[in-house]
């Protein structure tokens, strides 16, 4: 059973900055895309961006490119995602997923089978 632990989430003023972590309890974390997906209030759930627990590079939301960027420690299988110039729009409950690559890491939500229980993220202006 792969189980995913969501951590660093919290308060912040407009243009400040947090970083959340995911702990990945899977042998197969190194084959399985891995990424964060947020819902704001009132919204559907929105991909962040993703990235192949073996390596390479991210991929990422239009919304968060140029202010988010993702990262791994894969020896500890731990999913970081660094959060810049933070906005009101970037309040949400934030969730780290995994799930079977298809071909390559994919945006959408319905590629990935594991979900956390998901990291508050207010900003206030």
């Known amino acids: 059973q792969v189980q995913l632990v969501e951590s660093g989430g919290g308060s912040v003023q407009a243009g400040g900055s947090l970083r959340l972590s995911c702990t990945v309890s899977?042998?197969?974390?190194?084959?399985?895309?891995v990424g964060w997906f947020r819902q704001g209030p009132g919204k559907e759930r929105e991909p962040v961006g993703t990235?192949?627990?073996?390596?390479?590079?991210?991929s990422y939301a239009g919304s968060v490119k140029g202010r988010f960027t993702i990262s791994q420690d894969i020896a500890k299988n731990t999913l970081y995602l660094q959060m810049n110039s933070l906005n009101s729009e970037d309040t949400a409950m934030y969730y780290c997923?995994?799930?079977?690559?298809?071909?390559?890491?994919?945006?959408?939500?319905?590629?990935?089978?594991?979900w956390g229980q998901g990291t508050q993220v207010t900003v206030s202006s």
């Open positions: 997923a995994a799930g079977r690559p298809q071909n390559w890491c994919r945006l959408g939500a319905s590629y990935y089978d594991y």
């Open positions: 899977a042998t197969t974390y190194s084959r399985m895309c």
């Open positions: 990235i192949y627990g073996g390596g390479g590079g991210p």
